[in-house]
Each structure stands twice: as structure tokens, then as C-alpha cells.
């Protein structure tokens, strides 16, 4: 499923398809009503089916089941100006927000209520993002008062002072961090950035340990990560980002070589997959669960092609039923693709790895090596 932010006060659920399409998709499947201004942060649960976040310029937080279409849950009273980021954590039973207020708050969303809030995270006046890490701390990026850009780990536990705070550079770009719990890294990119930052997050102090940065000519716009199950196992990759230029989206990769062509373990524990672990109406009655975990010993291919049937109408937009298996149309083949360096796919010496560095400390043991590249 695909969700672009609207313009409109609304926004609409598309199902994408395996093939390649003969023609242009615009209507979704269903759209979901409910905000009165711009729809700007969208996020899915992490393990019950079919439950979205949306957040807005109205300060609203609201959570729908894209399945029936249905409203489930709405926090208008938590948030006091625009929110900039919400993150869940890893079992989708609270929530973390940054919002224009200077106030970082972490919320049951069920009890609709804020169970940590901590005000001016970071001291400069530049917006701050947050997410969770897999054990429940929560890591923050934003300025100083000098307007130094800076990053900081949080325990709820004394969520008073970080447990580690770092300051970075005096760059204008608002850090978006992207985390991979798998091997605890988390990835830094600025808007107007030309470079990529990542960070392991360890259990020992100072707990935020700097790897290497991926360095590249051009500035980007913007940047997407892709899911784990998307990585190619066989080429030991273990993070794949997408960036935004002003008229392409260059693919890259992050790497781990090792001389072996075995699958490797310690790079790839078992990862959660696409297959909830809760109905929508089970986690709302108040059930939680961990992620469904897969291997990706063999590489990650779908079970079989899953397509959602509509059928019939429902407050705030068409409702989808159970999904069923259908045969998939013809398969259209692909366009080549190229390089950035607009070089064919494969080309020998023309995209050169960027620039990578020696894990510290536990990673090192591990014998880690981060290299940057497009694909």
C-alpha cells in the first residue's frame, strides 16, 4: 500500500500491485476523512493489521483501521502546536511525538494519555525528531542554543538528563534519523546534506558510538529506507536508502563485505515480516504483541500474491474486505535502469564505494566494515 500525504484534508489508501501497471492508478482504494488541515506524518503499526497513524497541521493524532475505513481513535487534546515526528515503539503499544512546542511526549495512545513528556529536549529553537529504539529508549536529534546540531539517548526511566548527548556540526539541516534495530545503527541524513552519518547504540557506556559517514557530491532533498526484507542477503547488504534528487532517486547501498559466500547470521537475525501479529479490534481491546519474526536465510519472497477485495461502503471511505489470493496479470517487463552515473547497471569503475569505517567497539569484534554505493 502506498500513502502520499494529501493536500486536501483527507488522504486515500492505494493497492499497489506485484506487476507492473498498464496504466495510471487515481483512484484509492479507500480514503480516510477526518483531519481539517494538510496530512503530513503517516505510519503504520508496527504489529496490528491495518491500523495507520496520521498526524496533521490541525495538532491531531488519529488512528484508523485502513480496513473497514473506520475511525479508532483520536488524541485532540495531547498536542499544542504542529507535530513534527511520531514514532511507535516495537510492540505498538505506545508512542512517541516532537512537536512544535519544544515538548517530546511519550503516549498511550489507548488510554489517551501522555505516560513521560520532557520539555526542550535539545535547547535550540530548530525542530526536533525522536524515535524508539528496540529496548524502550528513545533517541533524539536537534540544535543546541549555539544552533549546533546535536543527538541525544534517552532512558523513560530518568527521562530528566540523556544518558548520552553528542554535538555534530553547525549545519542548518534538520537531522531525520533512520534505525535498523537488527544491528542497533542508527542512520543521520540532513536535508541539503551530500552525506550520510551512522551510529551504533550499544547497552555500555557512552552508548552512542560514531561509525563512519557515506559522503557523496550532491546534496539530497530527501531520503527513504528501505525494509529489511528488501535487502539483497547474497551481497551481505544490511541498509538500502533512497535519495531524493531534484529529477532522479539514487539507490544506496550499505554494505558489510566479507569474504565468505555463506548466509551470514550475525548480520541478519531474525527480522520481522509482513504478517501482523493483532487484529486492529484485538489491540485496541488493549492486547499487545511482539513482531512476527522471519528469516531471511533464503532471501525474502512473498508467500503468495495477496490482493484486499472491496466490498461495499463505509463511513469515510470504501471498505476492503479479507484479503484473497488471486493469479497475478502478465508481468510487463521492467525498463532498463542505470547508474547514477548513467552508466548501465553492473557497469565496472564508474560508482565508486563510498567512504566506510571500522565499527567500534562491539561491532568491532564482529569485524564490521561499512561501505556506501549505489546500485
Aim: aromatic letters at 8%; proline letters at 10%; a neutral charge.
Amino acid at each position: 500500500q502506498c500513502l502520499p500525504p494529501s493536500s486536501q484534508p483527507c488522504h486515500g489508501v492505494w493497492q499497489i500491485p506485484d506487476y507492473v501497471p498498464v496504466r495510471n492508478m487515481t483512484e484509492p482504494v479507500v480514503t480516510l476523512e477526518g483531519h481539517s488541515k494538510r496530512v503530513g506524518i503517516l505510519t503504520w503499526h508496527p504489529t496490528a493489521r491495518n491500523v495507520l497513524l496520521s498526524a496533521g497541521g490541525d495538532n491531531l493524532v488519529i488512528l484508523w483501521n485502513v480496513g473497514t475505513g473506520e475511525m479508532l481513535l483520536r488524541l485532540d487534546e495531547v498536542h499544542t502546536d504542529l507535530i513534527y515526528n511520531a514514532c511507535w515503539n516495537r510492540n505498538g503499544s505506545l508512542l512517541v511525538t516532537t512537536c512544535k512546542d519544544k515538548h517530546v511526549r511519550v503516549i498511550d495512545p489507548r488510554k489517551q494519555q501522555v505516560v513521560a513528556e520532557k520539555s526542550k529536549p535539545h535547547q535550540g529553537a530548530r525542530p526536533v525528531r525522536a524515535i524508539f529504539m528496540a529496548d524502550g529508549k528513545i533517541f533524539t536529534t536537534g540544535f543546541s542554543r549555539m544552533s549546533e546540531r546535536q543527538l541525544a539517548l534517552w532512558d523513560l526511566k530518568s527521562f530528566e538528563e540523556p544518558i548520552a548527548l553528542q554535538e555534530m556540526d553547525t549545519s542548518n539541516g534538520v537531522l531525520l534519523p533512520f534505525y535498523d534495530p537488527d544491528s542497533s545503527i542508527v542512520y543521520l541524513c540532513g536535508k541539503g546534506d551530500s552525506s550520510i552519518r551512522y551510529f551504533e547504540i550499544t547497552d555500555e557506556p557512552p552508548y552512542v558510538h560514531y561509525l563512519s559517514t557515506y559522503s557523496s557530491k550532491e546534496p539530497q532533498r530527501g531520503m527513504g529506507f528501505m525494509p529489511k526484507r528488501g535487502l539483497d542477503v547474497s551481497k551481505c547488504e544490511i541498509a538500502r536508502f533512497f535519495k531524493l534528487h531534484e529529477r532522479k532517486c539514487e539507490p544506496i547501498a550499505m554494505t558489510v563485505p566479507r569474504k565468505s559466500d555463506l548466509f551470514q547470521d550475525d548480520l541478519y537475525p531474525d527480522t520481522p515480516g509482513p504478517e501482523p501479529a493483532l487484529e486492529a479490534d484485538e489491540w485496541l481491546s488493549g492486547k499487545d504483541a511482539e513482531p512476527v519474526l522471519i528469516s531471511l536465510r533464503d532471501g525474502y519472497v512473498p508467500a503468495k500474491n495477496r490482493e484486499l477485495k472491496v466490498c461495499g461502503g463505509a463511513p469515510g471511505g470504501r471498505r476492503w474486505g479479507t484479503p484473497e489470493t488471486t493469479p497475478p496479470p502478465p508481468r510487463v517487463p521492467a525498463l532498463s535502469s542505470s547508474c547514477p552515473c548513467h552508466a548501465p547497471l553492473g557497469c565496472p569503475g564508474h560508482c565508486r564505494p563510498g567512504s566506510g569505517g571500522s565499527l567500534s567497539r562491539g561491532s568491532a569484534r564482529r569485524g564490521w566494515w561499512l561501505l556506501g554505493k549505489c546500485t
